[in-house]
């Protein structure tokens, strides 16, 4: 797929499914923005990926002024963007009984607010025409136990891309949703029991796990021209995670 001289934005794009994707869009002849939240896992990622056409941000997603921080960035670069993937998540899981108002307002403020925010503030530096894709998840459809508050953000942003994605079609900026089912990754690893991945995997048709190259290139299908009829819906890339579980 190519890529030459587009323009990307990554949110979240030091680890895991953000840093595939931006690995994906610098092979592919982009020039890639990503965020984190410190500099140092954006100095891993630049290690990682070692192209000068990488830029790096340090912009926490959560908080309005760290959005303008990457507006700045954006701003100063002069250039439009054809692609903006709003990815930056992160998900705690207990119990509705257990769950604490820090944890919450933490994953909406991320997972939600963070992307509503850099979307309106990165209006004015899309290209028309451009493709903006987030990142929700198999968990806006399921209803894990425990899952309460992270289900919530993502069918919380999958309205969202859904209404941006009417709002922005007058500019023939399409906007879709790409739903990770069990993907193996730093969060992932951080957010389940060891034990949890095993029966992730299990639970999946495939009866494995997902590699994050493999949402990247969903994502680099959804932001390309061969999706120039895709708007305003979701790829779900589960390994028949939500099908198995109707068996
Ligand atoms: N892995 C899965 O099974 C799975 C399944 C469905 C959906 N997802 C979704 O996929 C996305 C990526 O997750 P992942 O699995 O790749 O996890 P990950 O490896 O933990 O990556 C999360 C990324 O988001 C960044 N991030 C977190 N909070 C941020 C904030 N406030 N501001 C800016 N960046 C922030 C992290 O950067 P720093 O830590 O450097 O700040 C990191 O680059 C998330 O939206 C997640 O909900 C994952």
Redesign the pocket.
């Known amino acids: 797929m190519d890529f030459k001289n587009k323009n990307v934005v990554i949110?979240?794009?030091?680890?895991?499914?953000?840093?595939a994707t931006a690995k994906a869009f610098i092979n592919a002849g982009a020039n890639v923005y990503i965020?984190?939240?410190?500099a140092s896992?954006?100095e891993k990622a630049t290690a990682a990926i070692n192209n000068p056409n990488l830029f790096t941000v340090v912009?926490?997603?959560?908080k309005l002024e760290d959005i303008s921080i990457l507006e700045k960035a954006v701003a100063e670069s002069g250039k439009k963007l054809d692609v903006l993937f709003l990815?930056?998540?992160?998900?705690t899981f207990e119990p509705i009984a257990e769950v604490t108002e820090a944890n919450f307002d933490a994953q909406f403020n991320?997972?939600v607010k963070?992307h509503f925010f850099t979307l309106q503030k990165l209006l004015p530096y899309l290209a028309d025409g451009a493709a903006v894709v987030v990142?929700?998840?198999?968990?806006a459809t399921a209803a894990n136990s425990g899952a309460s508050v992270y289900s919530a953000t993502?069918g919380a942003l999958n309205k969202i891309a859904q209404i941006a994605a009417n709002e922005l079609a007058g500019r023939k900026i399409r906007v879709n949703i790409v739903?990770?089912?069990?993907?193996l990754?730093?969060?992932?690893e951080?957010a389940v029991p060891a034990e949890a991945k095993d029966f992730l995997a299990g639970a999946t048709a495939l009866q494995r796990l997902g590699d994050?190259n493999e949402i990247a290139k969903t994502v680099l299908f959804l932001a390309s021209d061969d999706a120039s009829f895709i708007t305003g819906t979701e790829i779900v890339a589960d390994g028949g995670y939500l099908n198995y579980a109707l068996k």
Not at 35 to 38: L, V
């Open positions: 949110t979240g794009g030091t680890t895991g499914i953000g840093l965020t984190g939240r410190n896992n954006l912009s926490d997603t959560s990815n930056a998540g992160i998900a991320t997972n963070g990142t929700s998840s198999t968990v993502k739903s990770p089912g069990p993907v990754t730093p969060g992932l951080t994050p």
